[in-house]
């Protein structure tokens, strides 16, 4: 039996803890100011019996103690060493034959040549650049220019143009009569007639009068 060195006139169990955290759990509850001893059992593990005034004092000290134990316990074993090796010592896996050791100097597998020297990363030359030539472009021709107009087209697309924009005006600004009016009228259905019957409504040179298939 392990104890704390405080006693109680009563003990209540608090169940069982591993050994290995027994005396930081011990520890932690004396700092707290609470008796408590251990008992070994049969299982490989103790029994912690704390004063049974001081039980829901006594649990979160022993929860907290334990795990920080523990905590500890894994750090210690993760240092010490485990194989050889380890800190310094022999290596864990042992070097390869002698025989299969690589010289400092280079021998190269194949025979080269005396003054033959091989380069290595040797850079490719950059492809030329192409050159733009004007020649390979498309250069559309200069459209033709449309049919001059003689002066009694003009003529007759003044009028045309011209008679609805001359009532449009003597409307809005209010200095149409009848002589105005007269004037538009006839610009406009003269030009209309002019350039109805100067439409050349003819066929083209060589293309003959039947529009239709030929029996």
């Given at each position: 039996?392990?104890?704390?060195?405080?006693?109680?006139?009563?003990?209540?169990?608090?169940?069982?803890?591993?050994?290995?955290?027994?005396e930081?759990?011990?520890?932690?509850?004396?700092?707290?100011?609470i008796?408590?001893y251990?008992?070994?059992?049969?299982?490989?593990?103790d029994?912690?019996?704390?004063?049974?005034?001081?039980?829901?004092?006594?649990?979160?000290?022993?929860?907290?103690?334990?795990?920080?134990?523990?905590?500890k316990?894994?750090?210690e074993?993760?240092?010490?060493?485990?194989?050889?090796?380890?800190?310094?010592?022999?290596?864990?896996?042992?070097?390869?034959?002698?025989?299969?050791?690589?010289?400092?100097?280079?021998?190269?597998?194949?025979?080269?040549?005396?003054?033959?020297?091989?380069?290595?990363d040797?850079p490719?030359?950059?492809?030329?650049?192409?050159?733009?030539?004007?020649?390979?472009?498309?250069?559309?021709p200069e459209?033709?220019?449309?049919p001059?107009?003689?002066?009694i087209?003009?003529?007759?697309?003044?009028?045309?143009?011209?008679?609805?924009?001359?009532?449009?005006?003597?409307a809005?600004?209010?200095?149409?009569?009848?002589?105005?009016?007269?004037?538009?009228?006839?610009?406009?259905?003269?030009?209309?007639?002019?350039?109805?019957?100067?439409?050349?409504?003819?066929?083209?040179?060589?293309?003959?009068?039947?529009?239709?298939?030929?029996?």
């Open positions: 039996m392990r104890d704390n060195g405080l006693t109680a006139t009563s003990y209540a169990s608090l169940g069982r803890i591993d050994p290995l955290v027994a930081p759990v011990l520890d932690a509850l004396k700092a707290a100011g008796a408590a251990c008992e070994n059992q049969s299982d490989a593990n029994e912690i019996f704390v004063d049974a005034e001081a039980v829901e004092r006594a649990r979160p000290v022993i929860d907290r103690s334990t795990e920080d134990a523990e905590w316990s894994l750090v074993q993760f240092n010490q060493p485990s194989a050889p090796g380890h800190g310094g010592g022999e290596d864990p896996v042992p070097r390869w034959p002698v025989s299969e050791d690589v010289d400092d100097k280079y021998e190269p597998l194949i025979d080269v040549p005396t003054g033959l020297t091989i380069q290595e040797v490719e030359p950059e492809p030329p650049k192409k050159v733009d030539d004007p020649h390979d472009h498309f250069v559309p459209p033709p220019r449309g001059r107009l003689d002066w087209s003009r003529a007759a697309w003044l009028g045309l143009l011209g008679g609805p924009l001359l009532l449009i005006a003597a809005v600004f209010d200095f149409g009569t009848g002589r105005i009016t007269t004037l538009a009228v006839v610009g406009f259905i003269g030009g209309f007639l002019t350039l109805v019957l100067r439409m050349k409504d003819r066929l083209p040179p060589g293309d003959g009068g039947d529009d239709g298939a030929v029996v």
